[in-house]
């Protein structure tokens, strides 16, 4: 564990040489980022992966605070306790607005930014009344609940037992499953940066990975482009048609980042 102040963060490292630390999405673990895939390690990479607050094993927040603000601090915390100066980010969804934050905050300790499924749009921020839905069926009725709430009448049904599958795993492995619901209702309530312009500040070499919406409507591709227009040089990598999106595989993400 790495503690910051009465928040600990349950993490795990594998492998030597330079750091790549890995952020998950909300609702998810740390396994959830490259899903268990060992090719960074294998290629000289130190592999960091750590629950973010409330979710996984880590503790829920002593102060109640789920904000981006937050989530990137505890990333400076993880990054301190460890002794990593400075590393490549590979976040998807939460992660990725995480790190975008912590680029912002703290450019110096970024080498590279790997940004996977965006979904936050600074101009059309999300609708909470989805999310809150999703705290209270999770609070009330467990993973259960979550599920029932999800409505995955609207996920394409060549998809669905996919996504089913996932949700259920991702949930069942919560040691605070309350916590996870104070997530759910205060994250997408956090703005991660306030424009567009503000991306342009970003000055580590970035690679966006988006899915097409098919197979994930809750992260449009159109997000994805965006962020790959604003943030200079940054380049975009996308499934073919058809295909499983590279955020669900962990190997192929490995191997990209390494590409880049």
């Known amino acids: 564990m790495v503690a ?3 928040q600990s963060l349950a993490y795990e490292s594998h492998g030597e040489g330079p750091a790549v630390i890995g952020l998950h999405g909300l609702t998810a673990t740390r396994r959830y980022v ?3 895939s060992r090719t960074l390690e294998r290629a000289g990479r130190r592999l960091v992966l750590y629950d973010a607050r409330g979710h996984g094993t880590s503790s829920p927040a002593a102060d ?3 904000s981006y603000a937050a989530l990137a601090g505890d990333l400076e915390a993880v990054m301190d306790g460890l002794g990593v100066e400075h590393a490549v980010l590979i976040g998807a969804s939460m992660g990725a607005h995480t790190a975008i934050r912590f680029a912002l905050d703290r450019p110096e300790r970024v080498a590279r930014l790997v940004i996977v499924t965006p979904a936050y749009d600074p101009e059309c921020p999300s609708n909470p009344v989805r ?3 999703l705290a209270q069926g999770l609070r009330e009725g467990g993973v259960e609940g979550f599920v029932a709430a999800y409505e995955l009448g609207g996920v394409p049904v060549a998809w669905r037992g996919a996504v089913e599958r996932v949700l259920r795993q991702r949930l069942a492995a919560h040691s605070h499953p ?3 619901a104070d997530a759910l209702a205060a994250v997408p309530r956090s703005r ?3 424009s567009w312009s503000e991306l342009a500040e970003i000055a580590a070499p970035t690679l966006i990975v988006g899915s097409r919406d098919e197979a994930d ?3 449009p591709l159109a997000i994805a482009q965006r962020y790959a227009q604003a943030i200079g040089g940054a380049s975009l990598h996308v499934e073919q048609e058809g295909r499983s999106p590279i955020a669900w595989q962990g190997g192929r993400l490995s191997r990209l980042l390494l590409d880049f």
Do not use: I, K, Q
């Open 64 to 66: 109640g605070d789920y």
């Open 217 to 219: 409507p809750s992260h």
């Open 131 to 133: 999310w809150d839905a």
């Open 34 to 36: 490259l899903m268990g």
């Open 178 to 180: 309350e916590a996870v």
């Open 4 to 6: 910051r102040g009465e």
């Open 192 to 194: 991660p940066f306030e």
